[in-house]
């Protein structure tokens, strides 16, 4: 009697009286589906039909038009959270009630289970007010939950202070043209206005009125996927993303957390094959807005990962093909590939929809920023200068902005089929389009050659990854795949560990070359030494204002800006790997990297600080003039302390700013402290960058700013939280002795400053610096 109680409680209430679904819906639109619902048009409402009580399904929100403003993060087809939830009826409403996945009790017992969802929240989305009902089915006006803030907009307006917003339901309504209906998938949208006020900068960029922001919202309501997916244990050397949760059923000798890898259901058609069709093969759908030729560069790219599954003995089991005419992007049952416009350029990411119970991927979701290309295309005209004759000859430039384009499309369809980063790829022979790739240029016959600058196709680790993800394999085999990727000397590296500024790995890095980033440093400071030596009138279009030559410059004068961190993290870095108990007869743990090699990477690190390094040819600082009348600097440009002229000195304060907050990040100081080297490496960076008393004219200006960087950086550290007690007696140390070198060369105007900052700390004990370095523009993503 009690599993059909609320069934009596409902044939007791009010609602038993209800006006029959029939009546209720006389005149309206009716869309058959997964969950039918009918539109209102004369109230402009939304009534979904519900007969599925407590039984789970997926629901996805989503935004298929954004805001357009990169730094606000809100784009056109941004998914939102993938939830588990299911309708249960109160009183004269259904409630949504989204399920706590991450809890669980994998068991056959009931009341096991049972005990866990007792155990822990669950979440109600929406209450639903019930307007008729018949035989089991419930009809409820979905219209206010479809209005309302579902993808947390005006919280995230208010986080990054862009203004006060709520849904104006007045100003918002149902958008009928992409609410449909399917067997297996209800998809209902909505433009909901933000009305509000204190609009930030970023949100007057991109609206024509800040105080009203309308967007679409967009609900997707997913049946569960059928039986028949077979589930992978996650390894964390497979190179995938993980779908986690804690087993409360566990054996006692058994971990409770329990780890998935994030798949594609991928089955042969003729499993004994040698080759096979699938049986759904992965279809992946391009935008229709995407130009050539960037359309056929990123399909040519995302085809790629059809090599990795034809090794599998697939045929034709990765597809890209057009998004159909009618075709809704954000519906589940389209994998799609999206080109996305913003006001300023900015990353591109790989999204998707993920069974929550068992990592299944439903649906890949690629979004693209559409300005990427071009930075591209600007560091490729910066490095070789097409525009030298009368008639521009920009198609090897062209080729490598193209030839990025294929890998960034390749990456983020990675993500999409389950790959994470592996950031030690591209000093491990570009072994991945899961990296971050810096364009390899080179300098061949006194030319720089753009020819190598990306790799073509999947690496080494790619197809490793698909071959575990995807392989028919039983547990022994994959750990064989993994023993053979090892010796095969597969490197790789996650995000975790190779992020941070103050990462000790010594092999993961961002936008870097080089199995060895010490000689790369060296390699391409020559590159970038020939490349502004030849900087002029020639990397910029006819008709272009002079001006323009500034923006041109920064990629070129910071080509080595993703080198530094790479060699700043040797030193007391170190080398290890994701290693599980049992993979060596003697485990390899970890190693640092030795005395000698670190000291090698702070000489080359210190070199960035030179004069000789930073300074800019006098020929080209007479071509720059202020900005054209209708041009402004904008946040690609170098900041200055000159007024509207350009300022070479604080194009190199930045520069070395930024060489100096990796070289003293305060966990590399804590492990350099450790392994005795501190007291070493802060004699040379001050008898390099500070006591340095050769140089005179403009190298002695560059100088002398590098020498309030370096002191401002020093301080830095010395009252970060994160240093160490040991760390900072031998900097405190340090810097007294240097107070009193700076005592004795006073007469020196740059050094009395310096010392008189000094002075003010000791007196005080407080830190109040007079003199704050410059940023250096944006540089990821490229």
């Not at 029959?20 to 969950?35: A, N, P, S, V, W």
């Not at 018949?134 to 479809?146: I, M, N, P, Q, R």
Request: proline share 5%; charged share 20%; hydrophobic share 40%.
């Amino acid at each position: 009697m009690a599993k059909w109680g609320w069934w009596l409680c409902l044939l007791l209430s009010p609602l038993a009286n209800a006006a029959g679904i029939k009546d209720f819906t006389k005149g309206m639109e009716l869309r058959q589906g997964y969950f039918d619902f009918y539109y209102q048009a004369s109230e402009d409402k939304v009534f979904l039909l519900v007969d599925k009580i407590e039984q789970p399904f997926i629901f996805q929100s989503s935004l298929p038009r954004g805001i357009g403003s990169n730094d606000i993060g809100l784009d056109r087809g941004q998914l939102g959270e993938t939830r588990l939830v299911q309708f249960e009826p109160f009183g004269n409403k259904l409630l949504l009630k989204q399920l706590n996945t991450y809890y669980r009790a994998d068991s056959h017992n009931v009341a096991e289970r049972a005990s866990i969802d007792e155990a822990f929240a669950t979440s109600v989305l929406a209450g639903l007010p019930v307007v008729a009902s018949e035989s089991g089915k419930w009809l409820v006006d979905y219209t206010a939950f479809l209005l309302s803030d579902i993808h947390q907009i005006a919280p995230r307006l208010a986080a990054q202070k862009q203004g006060t917003y709520k849904p104006d339901a007045k100003r918002s309504g149902v958008y009928l043209k992409r609410s449909k209906a399917f067997p297996l998938n209800t998809e209902l949208e909505a433009l909901v206005t933000y009305a509000g006020s204190k609009a930030g900068e970023f949100v007057r960029q991109v609206t024509p009125e800040p105080d009203a922001i309308s967007v679409h919202l967009h609900h997707s309501l997913i049946a569960l996927p059928e039986a028949g997916y077979q589930q992978r244990d996650f390894h964390p050397y497979s190179g995938y993303w993980k779908v986690e949760y804690m087993d409360y059923a566990a054996a006692i000798d058994q971990p409770m957390v329990k780890r998935l890898l994030p798949r594609h259901r991928l089955q042969k058609k003729n499993p004994d094959a040698a080759v096979s069709e699938a049986v759904a093969p992965i279809v992946y759908y391009l935008d229709p807005g995407v130009p050539e030729p960037v359309r056929t560069a990123l399909y040519d790219g995302a085809m790629w990962w059809n090599t990795a599954f034809e090794q599998l003995g697939y045929k034709d089991a990765f597809q890209v093909k057009d998004l159909p005419a009618d075709a809704d992007p954000m519906d589940v049952r389209y994998n799609v590939i999206q080109w996305v416009h913003r006001a300023t350029r900015g990353w591109s990411y790989g999204a998707g929809v993920t069974d929550p119970r068992t990592g299944e991927i439903l649906k890949g979701h690629v979004t693209l920023g559409s300005l990427r290309v071009r930075q591209d295309f600007l560091i490729a005209s910066g490095l070789t200068g097409p525009y030298s004759g009368e008639q521009a000859d920009v198609e090897k430039q062209k080729a490598m902005a193209l030839a990025r384009i294929r890998q960034l499309s390749a990456h983020e369809v990675g993500h999409t089929i389950g790959l994470i980063h592996n950031f030690a790829a591209s000093a491990n022979g570009r072994a991945s389009v899961m990296d971050y790739p810096h364009p390899l240029v080179e300098l061949q016959n006194n030319q720089i050659s753009l020819k190598n600058a990306y790799r073509e196709g999947l690496g080494e680790w790619d197809h490793y990854a698909i071959q575990y993800g995807y392989g028919d394999y039983n547990n022994a085999q994959l750990t064989a795949l993994v023993t053979k990727a090892k010796k095969d000397g597969l490197e790789y590296m996650a995000d975790a560990d190779t992020r941070p500024a103050g990462g000790v790995s010594a092999i993961g890095h961002l936008w870097d070359n080089g199995g060895d980033p010490v000689a790369e440093l060296t390699r391409l400071a020559e590159v970038r030494r020939f490349a502004l030596t030849n900087f002029g009138l020639s990397n910029i279009a006819k008709g272009q204002p002079l001006s323009s030559l500034q923006e041109a410059l920064v990629p070129i004068y910071l080509l080595h800006r993703y080198q530094v961190e790479a060699v700043s993290k040797l030193l007391g870095g170190a080398f290890y790997e994701y290693e599980l108990k049992g993979e060596y007869a003697e485990p390899k743990g970890i190693k640092w990297v030795s005395a000698d090699k670190q000291q090698q990477a702070l000489a080359s690190l210190l070199t960035t600080l030179t004069p000789e390094f930073l300074a800019l040819p006098d020929d080209l600082l007479a071509l720059i003039p202020p900005k054209a009348y209708g041009d402004s600097d904008g946040r690609e440009s170098f900041k200055g302390r000159t007024g509207l002229a350009f300022d070479p000195l604080s194009a190199a304060e930045a520069s070395a700013n930024h060489t100096l907050s990796m070289l003293l990040h305060p966990l590399r100081l804590n492990r350099l402290a450790g392994q005795g080297q501190l007291e070493t490496t802060l004699d040379r960076l001050l008898a390099k960058a500070v006591k340095n008393r050769n140089y005179k004219g403009t190298e002695l200006l560059l100088q002398q700013r590098v020498r309030h960087v370096t002191f401002y950086q020093l301080m830095n550290s010395l009252n970060s939280a994160e240093l160490s007690p040991e760390a900072r007696a031998i900097l405190y140390q340090q810097m007294q002795s240097l107070g009193d070198w700076l005592d004795k060369h006073d007469k020196d105007s740059s050094l009395n400053l310096l010392s008189q900052q000094w002075e003010q700390f000791e007196d005080s004990g407080a830190w109040s610096p007079v003199f704050t370095p410059l940023a250096l523009p944006p540089g990821s993503p490229i």
